[in-house]
């Protein structure tokens, strides 16, 4: 009995060390991913520089990085699932692009298309979403900030603000073609137009404007929370939910920006928490946001699901700027912006402390005019942990 109970325990040993060495050796199996990536036409190879290729576990959120010259590289990789980035820059373009989802389960190959990055002059200076609690329940104060980072005037007529469907929590994004996002973006919940037919409301170089959530004081007003950081009482515009919900409060001396399009009825036009991506984007010349939206060649469902929600979708090459706010968590971080909108992603420091994302300032002008960074890289061009400062301009460079 001793022996055949010493011969069980030895062949259970046996079996737990081969289990063992086998886990193990699953987890260090690692592949040679060999990566192409590819210039625009218009772009001379030789004026390429600072060409980087990063490399994106979708499981781990584990991130590989490498400088290349000549357009190509191999990256020895744990076995998974990876989003390969590549960025660079010429003299007058920001360069990005993004290969989607590519397992690497064996050696294997990517090539990576990079396109010139859009740009328009008009961007997000300050994004403050994170919002506080009042106790419990999140309170809701956030701003959103323009800034005219050009030397142009650029008119806000007909504008359309909007956040792109799809959540954060490591699940990918649904709208997919061909392996890649889409190029054109699924507005969900509220999109906002601004009005004006065609003149009417020009920004000034080196000025901003605010769109309140609620444009009031929000740490002063008996109808506030003595806990949130910002007074937006002198905001620009404000996002009123005019017969969507009884629970919005309207700032009659702040004009408001139109509703086209709703998906649900939401208490008000946020960004949820989380993160969600956000784009402000110019339509052609002499359509109106309103007929846009009236349009049904310009809806889509979501793709692989039977829900009926439409979808109203802006093409991206309509898109101005965009930035893709994502999960505090690492691991829960999910792109839904193709890298020639935004090439890496921003993102809070903490849910619900309070603090915003600015943008980068690398110059200010003899004049006083401040200039942003905008390489289309929000990894990059953005501060996070910030106290927010809508309408205020930093007076020296980061």
Not at 37 to 63: F, M, R
Not at 197 to 205: D, V
Request: aromatic residues 10%; hydrophobic residues 35%; charged residues 20%.
């Amino acid at each position: 009995m001793k022996k055949n109970l010493f011969s069980v325990l030895l062949f259970m040993t046996v079996v737990f060390f081969v289990a063992c060495s086998d886990d193990n050796d699953k987890v260090a199996l690692k592949y040679t991913l060999d990566i192409t990536v590819e210039y625009p036409e218009d772009v001379e190879v030789s004026e390429v520089t600072d060409l980087v290729v990063k490399a994106n576990n979708l499981q781990t959120s584990s991130q590989y990085t490498a400088t290349i010259a000549d357009g190509k590289i191999s990256l020895l990789l744990p076995a998974g699932e990876y989003d390969v980035l590549a960025t660079g820059k010429t003299g007058e373009y920001a360069l990005s692009g993004l290969k989607s989802r590519v397992g690497v389960y064996a050696d294997a190959s990517a090539t990576v298309q990079l396109n010139i990055a859009a740009g328009s002059g008009l961007v997000f200076k300050e994004i403050y979403y994170s919002m506080v609690k009042n106790g419990k329940t999140p309170y809701f104060d956030q701003f959103y900030e323009l800034y005219n980072n050009s030397d142009e005037v650029i008119y806000l007529d007909q504008l359309i603000l909007g956040t792109v469907e799809g959540g954060q929590g490591g699940i990918a994004s649904s709208w997919m073609e061909n392996g890649e996002l889409m190029k054109k973006y699924p507005i969900v919940n509220y999109t906002m137009a601004f009005p004006g037919s065609g003149k009417e409301y020009p920004l000034e170089p080196g000025k901003s404007i605010v769109i309140a959530q609620d444009a009031f004081n929000h740490h002063s007003d008996p109808a506030g929370f003595s806990g949130s950081p910002v007074d937006l009482g002198n905001a620009d515009w404000e996002t009123y939910i005019e017969g969507y919900t009884d629970k919005d409060v309207d700032n009659p001396n702040v004009p408001n920006l139109d509703l086209i399009y709703a998906t649900s009825k939401v208490l008000d036009f946020m960004i949820p928490f989380t993160g969600s991506a956000i784009i402000i984007a110019r339509l052609p010349e002499g359509v109106k946001a309103t007929d846009f939206a009236l349009d049904d060649a310009n809806f889509m469902t979501k793709p692989g699901q039977s829900a009926s929600t439409k979808y109203l979708m802006i093409p991206q090459e309509y898109v101005l700027d965009g930035v893709d706010l994502v999960n505090s968590v690492e691991a829960k971080r999910v792109k839904h912006l193709r890298p020639e909108v935004d090439a890496g992603m921003a993102f809070n420091t903490a849910d619900y402390n309070g603090t915003s994302l600015r943008r980068k300032v690398i110059s200010i002008t003899t004049d006083g005019r401040v200039v942003y960074q905008d390489t289309n890289n929000s990894s990059d061009d953005f501060l996070n942990g910030q106290t927010p400062t809508p309408g205020i301009h930093p007076t020296r460079v980061d």
